[in-house]
């Protein structure tokens, strides 16, 4: 069964830093892994979105990268602003269905 | 894009009453439709999937009886909690898969639920 981790479970970093979410996950027969922001008592926004052939997406401040074969994604957030504070999901779809990560709380200190 | 709907946003209802919850794909036909439970500070739990017209399949420790889901149209589908209790208070996302398996699922806003 697929597992998908989330490291680090909390971030807290001032404004203006780069940061890095890490997503692992154990089987690496996946058609594409999502990374969504939720805010607290909202649904999923979907960041990004990359395709098991791809290596990694962009958009605006937003990096996504994925090497499939070892079972990981980072999604790189650069300079970072206090809007960005939110809980950050990766996901990988199999096909059958998503399996979510446990998620990573994010604030960013003015 | 693809926008998924859901209604209520916001529900709260006593013991004991059933609730139903509502899923729509508002611009495309969702052949595929997931029921999702979120608790408080954990991660999306996948409840059931459904396929139009056919029942649903559960995932394990998902009692049907008390989830009934119904995928009756191409574009609809609907979770009732029945007999809820305060412990089905919870966040319930659904999403919906246009067609191909290796297209990805669009989700809903969600839908809390609180069980006095």
């Known amino acids: 069964k697929q597992e998908v981790t989330q490291i680090p479970a909390a971030l807290s970093v001032p404004e203006g830093e780069n940061l890095v979410l890490n997503c692992s996950f154990t089987?690496?027969?996946?058609?594409?892994l999502q990374w969504f922001r939720q805010d607290p008592g909202k649904g999923l926004t979907s960041l990004l979105l990359?395709?098991?052939?791809?290596r990694e997406q962009t958009s605006g401040r937003l990096n996504a990268s994925l090497d499939k074969s070892s079972g990981r994604s980072t999604l790189y957030i650069a300079a970072s602003q206090p809007g960005d504070s939110a809980t950050y999901l990766c996901?990988?779809?199999?096909?059958?269905?998503?399996?979510f990560g446990t998620g990573t709380s994010l604030t960013v200190i003015p | 894009g693809a926008v998924v709907s859901q209604h209520p946003s916001w529900v709260i209802c006593k013991s004991g009453t059933s609730v139903k919850i509502e899923c729509r794909s508002l611009?495309?036909?969702?052949?595929?439709m997931f029921w999702y439970r979120q608790f408080p500070k954990q991660s999306l739990m996948l409840m059931a999937t459904s396929n139009e017209g056919s029942k649903a399949t559960y995932e394990q420790g998902v009692e049907k009886d008390k989830f009934l889901i119904n995928h009756a149209s191409l574009t609809l589908s609907t979770l009732t909690v029945t007999s809820a209790h305060p412990e089905d208070s919870s966040f319930y996302i659904c999403s919906a898969r246009p067609g191909l398996a290796f297209e990805t699922q669009y989700f809903g806003p969600g839908t809390r639920l609180l069980v006095l």
């Open positions: 996901a990988v779809d199999t096909g059958n269905q998503f399996y």
């Open positions: 089987d690496s027969a996946i058609y594409n």
């Open positions: 611009d495309f036909q969702a052949t595929t």
């Open positions: 990359i395709q098991s052939s791809q």
